[in-house]
């Protein structure tokens, strides 16, 4: 059971929008601590995606954003390609537990 | 550049210790802010957070595994080290070490650089 409440599966064709949702609470988005975003391809290693709620590293495409509201945050994925078949995760902080927490992964499938 | 690798045993058997290095390069364990921390993903499953060391030797541990974790660093050897104690089979995963901040920025808590991750199974 995590921390952070993702719905584990999510689809959409190519060229289409997606959103995927985290929920906490307010001892972790809710406290204002910030909510991060990994890329995990199949076989590889988690990358960072967003962070900072909002924020891309350099090299990720635009098509990636990130936004928060309380304790929720959400992760857009505009004009789906199929490289995009990944899990992505969320994660932040819990002052609570003291403790790095990530949601449970969310399965994007890109039909 | 920014990287990390972990190194260790494949295969462990049930009750021993584990010992796992995090080699990095590209950053120094002796910065401000800097920190490195484990992560691991059991088979088919969500990322499980670990622990954390800081350049100023601050370590944070999971609440549930924190009789059973240790973390080190050698700054001259740019090597962050885990020590797991008493595997079981459910501890079978993927080990991943990531370049962590604690600075006042957006990145603070985030883990934006990882190593590849090495595979870790228990069993007899």
């Known amino acids: 059971q995590s921390v952070l409440t993702q719905a584990p599966s999510v689809s959409g064709a190519p060229g289409q929008r997606v959103t995927i949702s985290c929920t906490g609470n307010?001892?972790?988005?809710?406290?204002?601590?910030?909510v991060h975003w990994y890329q995990q391809l199949p076989g590889t290693a988690p990358k960072l995606l967003i962070y900072?709620?909002?924020n891309r590293p350099s090299g990720v495409p635009d098509r990636f954003s990130g936004s928060k509201s309380g304790t929720s945050a959400s992760l857009g994925i505009t004009g789906l390609q199929a490289d995009d078949e990944a899990h992505y995760y969320c994660?932040?902080?819990?002052?609570?537990?003291?403790?790095?927490?990530f949601g449970g992964g969310t399965e994007l499938t890109v039909l | 550049q920014i990287t990390l690798k972990e190194s260790g045993p494949t295969l462990v058997k049930p009750t021993q210790t584990l010992t796992l290095t995090c080699t990095f390069s590209?950053?120094?364990?002796?910065?401000?802010?800097?920190?490195v921390g484990w992560i691991r993903q059991s088979p088919g499953k969500a990322l499980e957070w670990l622990t954390i060391i800081y350049w100023d030797d601050d370590k944070r541990y999971r609440s549930s595994l924190k009789t059973r974790l240790t973390i080190t660093k050698d700054t001259s050897k740019n090597q962050v080290v885990l020590i797991m104690t008493n595997m079981d089979p459910v501890d079978t995963g993927t080990y991943y070490c990531a370049h962590s901040l604690t600075t006042f920025t957006a990145l603070r808590n985030a883990f934006d650089i990882w190593g590849q991750g090495t595979m870790v199974t228990v069993s007899s």
């Open positions: 994660q932040s902080y819990d002052s609570s537990l003291r403790a790095w927490v």
């Open positions: 590209g950053f120094s364990l002796t910065t401000n802010g800097v920190g």
């Open positions: 900072g709620d909002n």
């Open positions: 307010s001892s972790n988005i809710g406290a204002g601590f910030g």
